[in-house]
């Protein structure tokens, strides 16, 4: 049971941790930011990481991402893994990264594993070996210790425990991680955004490596890249038939800062630049979009939101609602019913999008 504090309410689903109810993030705006801020504050300084993004006057500025920090001397920027050491930016590279992988059998657990090529054939002989699912061959699942964003509900939080340690690993271990069973490459995390360019780097390589096979790149993502990045991203997933998947965590901005630390204006503006060119290669499909269904937090309003916009760039890009289980700061929280995971659904159907679903079924309560 937790307490907001800025209207004393009582609920199961408020976040004692967070401290502050969604009606109030609504409706005292400013007020709700500062309680959440504190929060953020706590959950960052348990891993040494910054507060908030610097922006030092006389630091160096890093452009990879939305927060855009200026770096002072001797200081880190907000993920962790730039510093600024005399005067340079030292930290990951092309070349080496904070990062972990696995082999995955297909079909996987892929957010977008109900349409990729990977999961259903879509694309084929293109772009998937089989009709249906790639029985036989593996996705190469690529763990980037390391986010952009400070979700206080993050699924994957033990990668803070990485990211300020120095150990690296190179572009060429990962490289040679690829073999002839590996059909696609999907890096998430944490999240890839940090660390696109050595991404961009090992999938290069792999692609004119193997060209005269299927090998498709595909990203999770919460969206908060350059557009230069983006748009490199967007021309190697077009290419082998990857797919990108978008994580939208909340369409109202407040909410978002308030759950995650950093506005979803990049976020919104790079998943529309993306999805305007989804119908380039309808099958498999470019972009896919997810957004987890936080009890007390995202509700109908924030889904009906998220599913307006979608559909009004192509009704037919995938969206799945995903199921929540209590992790981090927000673990107070309870499962997720099923009456509003269907609520949900049926909302985004009525904003006109043509294929959605609910993802973690087992987790509905």
């Known amino acids: 049971m937790g307490i907001c504090r800025l209207c004393n309410r009582s609920s199961r689903f408020i976040s004692d941790s ?21 929060c953020h504050r706590k959950s960052r300084a348990e891993f040494g990481l910054p507060a908030e993004p610097p922006m030092a006057k006389d630091g160096i500025r890093c452009t990879i991402c939305v927060n855009e920090c200026r ?3 001797g200081s880190y920027g907000y993920c962790g893994l730039r510093k600024n050491e ?17 082999h995955d059998p297909l ?41 952009t964003l400070n ?13 300020l340690r ?70 190697i997933s077009l290419q082998t038939g990857g797919t990108i998947k978008f994580d939208l965590k909340a369409w109202d901005d407040v909410l978002h800062k308030v759950l995650t630390g950093v506005t979803n204006e990049r976020t919104i503006e790079n998943f529309a630049s993306a999805a305007a060119r989804s119908k380039k290669r309808p099958s498999p499909p470019l972009i896919a979009a997810s ?3 936080v009890p007390g937090y995202i509700d109908e309003k924030e889904i009906r939101g998220i599913a307006k916009f979608i559909a009004s760039i192509d009704p037919e890009i995938p969206y799945s609602l995903l199921a929540f289980y209590p992790h981090f700061y927000m673990r107070d929280l309870p499962l997720i019913s099923r009456e509003l995971a269907y609520r949900c659904l049926h909302v985004a159907q009525e904003e006109g999008l043509k294929q959605v679903r609910i993802g973690n079924l087992s987790l509905l309560r």
């Open 107 to 147: 079909p996987t657990n892929c957010v977008a594993d109900w349409v990729c090529a990977g999961g259903t054939g879509a694309g084929y002989p293109e772009y998937a070996y089989y009709k249906g699912p790639e029985y036989g061959y593996k996705n190469l699942a690529v763990f980037f210790h390391a986010c």
């Open 151 to 163: 979700c206080l509900y993050c699924q994957n939080w033990h990668f803070r425990q990485e990211t």
């Open 71 to 73: 770096i002072q001397e």
């Open 291 to 293: 957004t987890l269904l």
């Open 18 to 38: 967070l401290g502050v109810c969604l009606q109030c993030i609504r409706n005292a705006s400013d007020e709700a930011l500062e309680v959440a801020i504190e």
């Open 166 to 235: 120095p150990e690296t690993r190179t572009a060429e271990d990962m490289f040679m991680a690829i073999d002839n069973k590996t059909s696609c490459i999907c890096y998430f995390g944490g999240d890839p955004t940090p660390q696109i360019p050595f991404a961009l780097n090992v999938s290069r390589r792999a692609v004119e490596r193997y060209k005269k096979r299927i090998l498709r790149i595909c990203w999770e993502t919460n969206g908060t890249m350059n557009r230069g990045l983006l748009n490199e991203m967007i021309e």
């Open 86 to 102: 005399k005067g340079s930016l030292v930290g990951v590279s092309v070349h080496e990264g904070k990062l972990s992988w696995y």
